[in-house]
């Protein structure tokens, strides 16, 4: 087998924790076995020759992914266990490979040595959901000074913050002693969005705040500060903007009647509003303002109760921007009421209105914008020559269209849609340039997961935004938000 890299060297230690990451890909269908030896390297030598071998682990990399976090009994020679144990965690990345640059500094740090002043060096440290913390990072150790400059660094925004930019950072000063007992300075907490406020030339700031010392003494103000000269966002994903239509034809059901899709129960969701709080949900991950364009299609709307096929449901034609999922859903019971459910059910107008929007974004040079249509649908489509001829045009463009097929109608025309099975034709033949198309009966995931709904729902996402932008010879351009595509590796 192949032999990944090493840790660095933990000294004087009988507790490490080490900082270094490995990245292996994972396959699913396939058994990975993986060993891991701990040595104990002599204080002269680095090689690991003269090092006493302190115990191996054998497991899978399947068991680790699938416990998260193992923790077995290091054997030594002759597979007898001693005392020690080593623990591996496991992370998903994503098939993200954003990665920021942080250069901290620190100034008036607390002097904890006697003869000489503190050897500070900084550690961050993500908070999980479940409450433990990762750490992400440790500096090195900058010896006898109270204002140290550390070394910049690269770490990924997946190992930050999980791709959570609101996800709470904990930072600590250290003065690292030659027995390992190191000193405590101070700490401080941050999150990633904070840490963005070091671009283009500002800096951020921290008190270093020791609690006993705070909790003991009235006149104590800190241990210090903390500065964050740069933060450099290395992205490469484009922004994905997602936009939503909802179905309001009659074939779902008069609203009032319990049998409706759109049936307005005053505790329970319908089915669109599971299907979209589901979908929308995943995608909301994705989306880079997390703001959603609403539309409708397929109902009589007033004041003149015409029908139309792509009104904003807000009522808002400037602006049918909702704020988050939670938004659109509000914007969806609030007209709801004010609607006459109406047909036909046409897809192409929708689908032609994102397509605009999308080839207004071709005039720019490099990738940025890439549009994804997610359609909620009862099923049986009216105008299916002009939708193909829709799809065939927007197959050119950067987007890409999510039908959700709601309720239990018989869903044949979608799967025609979505060009799994065949490649897709306008009516005068010609074909998709690439399947832009995704078809996901609700039904069958309505008691599945969320992770199950999510691959099923953006599987092929990723590789169509790709497909498009490899097709124009353009790379995806580097952002400054943070975008995330989960494929699956550890």
């Not at 009994?73 to 490979?97: F, P, R, W």
């Given at each position: 087998g192949a032999i990944l890299p090493r840790t660095e060297v933990i000294r004087t230690c009988i507790n490490p924790v080490f900082s270094k990451l490995f990245t292996v890909d994972f396959y699913f269908e396939e058994v990975q076995r993986l060993r891991f030896e701990v040595h104990d390297i002599s204080s002269n030598h680095n090689g690991l020759k003269e090092a006493d071998f302190l115990g191996g682990m054998e497991c899978t990399l399947?068991?680790?992914?699938?416990?998260?976090?193992?923790?077995?009994?290091?054997?030594?020679?002759?597979?007898?266990?001693?005392?020690?144990?080593?623990?591996?965690?496991?992370?998903?990345?994503?098939?993200?490979?954003?990665?920021?640059?942080?250069?901290?500094?620190?100034?008036?740090?607390?002097?904890?040595?006697?003869?000489?002043?503190?050897?500070?060096?900084?550690?961050?440290?993500?908070?999980?959901?479940?409450?433990?913390?990762?750490?992400?990072?440790?500096?090195?150790?900058?010896?006898?000074?109270?204002?140290p400059a550390w070394k910049t660094f690269k770490v990924s925004v997946n190992s930050l913050c999980s791709g959570d930019q609101d996800r709470r950072l904990k930072c600590i000063v250290w003065d690292w002693d030659s027995n390992g007992k190191h000193d405590f300075i101070g700490e401080f907490s941050s999150t990633f969005k904070e840490m963005r406020g070091a671009m283009e030339g500002r800096q951020v700031q921290w008190e270093c705040i020791n609690p006993k010392y705070k909790a003991k003494k009235k006149s104590y103000k800190n241990s210090g500060i903390v500065i964050l000269n740069q933060c450099k966002h290395?992205?490469?994903?484009?922004?994905?903007?997602?936009?939503?239509?909802?179905?309001?034809?009659?074939?779902?059901?008069?609203?009032?009647?319990?049998?409706?899709?759109?049936?307005?129960?005053?505790?329970?969701?319908?089915?669109?509003?599971?299907?979209?709080?589901?979908?929308?949900?995943?995608?909301?991950?994705?989306?880079?303002?997390?703001?959603?364009?609403?539309?409708?299609?397929?109902?009589?709307?007033?004041?003149?109760?015409?029908?139309?096929?792509?009104?904003a449901i807000n009522f808002n034609e400037d602006?049918?921007?909702?704020?988050?999922?939670?938004?659109?859903?509000?914007?969806?019971?609030?007209?709801?009421?004010?609607?006459?459910?109406?047909?036909?059910?046409?897809?192409?107008?929708?689908?032609?209105?994102?397509?605009?929007?999308?080839?207004?974004?071709?005039?720019?040079?490099?990738?940025?914008?890439?549009?994804?249509?997610?359609?909620?649908?009862?099923?049986?489509?009216?105008?299916?020559?002009?939708?193909?001829?829709?799809?065939?045009?927007?197959?050119?463009?950067?987007m890409s269209v999510i039908i959700v097929g709601v309720g239990n109608a018989d869903f044949s025309d979608m799967q025609m849609l979505d060009g799994d099975d065949g490649i897709l034709r306008s009516p005068k033949g010609e074909p998709v340039l690439r399947d832009i198309v995704q078809f996901v009966p609700f039904r069958n995931?309505?008691?599945?997961?969320?992770?199950?709904?999510?691959?099923?729902?953006?599987?092929?996402?990723?590789?169509?935004?790709?497909?498009?932008?490899?097709?124009?010879?353009?790379k995806p351009k580097c952002v400054s938000e943070y975008e995330s595509s989960r494929t699956l590796a550890p």
């Open positions: 399947g068991q680790i992914v699938s416990q998260r976090k193992l923790s077995k009994s290091l054997l030594k020679h002759g597979n007898t266990a001693g005392k020690s144990s080593i623990t591996v965690i496991a992370e998903e990345l994503s098939g993200n490979d954003d990665y920021v640059e942080l250069s901290f500094s620190a100034r008036k740090l607390d002097d904890k040595d006697f003869f000489s002043k503190s050897d500070p060096f900084l550690e961050i440290f993500r908070m999980n959901d479940d409450a433990t913390q990762q750490l992400v990072h440790r500096t090195e150790v900058v010896m006898n000074n109270l204002n290395h992205g490469t994903l484009t922004f994905l903007v997602f936009q939503v239509a909802i179905d309001f034809t009659a074939s779902n059901g008069d609203p009032r009647n319990s049998c409706s899709l759109h049936y307005i129960h005053p505790y329970q969701p319908n089915e669109y509003l599971k299907a979209l709080v589901a979908v929308g949900e995943i995608c909301q991950d994705y989306d880079s303002d997390k703001m959603f364009p609403a539309f409708g299609f397929g109902a009589r709307i007033p004041p003149e109760y015409k029908v139309s096929h792509d009104f602006n049918p921007e909702c704020a988050g999922i939670q938004g659109v859903v509000e914007a969806y019971q609030s007209c709801l009421p004010k609607l006459q459910l109406y047909g036909p059910t046409n897809i192409a107008p929708i689908i032609q209105k994102v397509a605009k929007s999308a080839s207004e974004e071709t005039n720019t040079k490099e990738a940025s914008q890439y549009f994804i249509l997610l359609i909620l649908t009862d099923g049986v489509i009216t105008d299916m020559a002009d939708t193909r001829e829709a799809i065939v045009h927007a197959s050119h463009l950067p995931f309505k008691h599945a997961s969320p992770a199950a709904l999510a691959k099923s729902v953006l599987a092929e996402v990723p590789n169509q935004v790709v497909d498009y932008y490899n097709g124009k010879g353009i």
